[in-house]
């Protein structure tokens, strides 16, 4: 019973630091929310030892609302099943959280994201 308390805790914990990003991110003075439908934040597995960060999503990312869903997603998965991996063992995101138009984010950003990122996942 006490690894049942344990385990829910930890979920809850994952799952509180899971919602702090989406208001983090939504409260951002940010003009891609302005033109994003979803905010796409990741896919797979949370603990996973593997992390893939693509660029930015792109239009079928932002109606799914999950990153890597268009081409770049299916030749992921063909890639992640020739080693026998699949979405279930790596964790998915992007450098930016919503559609940005085709624009190349700039330093900056990556920089502001990548901080981000890395205090989500060390959580």
Same mark, same amino acid.
């Given at each position: 019973m006490k690894e049942s308390k344990k385990t829910e805790k930890i979920i809850e914990s994952k799952l509180a630091a899971i919602n702090n990003l989406k208001s983090l991110i939504l409260d951002l003075d940010c003009s891609l929310k302005d033109v994003a439908t979803n905010l796409?934040?990741?896919d797979g597995n949370y603990d996973a030892n593997i992390m893939f960060i693509g660029e930015a999503p792109g239009a079928n990312e932002d109606i799914d609302g999950k990153p890597f869903v268009?081409?770049?997603? $299916?030749?992921?998965?063909?890639?992640?099943?020739?080693?026998?991996l699949s979405r279930n063992n790596i964790y998915i995101t992007n450098m930016v959280f919503g559609v940005h138009r085709n624009r190349t984010p700039n330093e900056k950003k990556y920089q502001f994201v990548f901080h981000i990122l890395k205090?989500? $996942?060390?959580?």
């Open positions: 796409v934040l990741y268009g081409e770049a997603g $299916k030749l992921l998965d063909k890639m992640l099943s020739f080693i026998n205090t989500y $996942k060390n959580n």
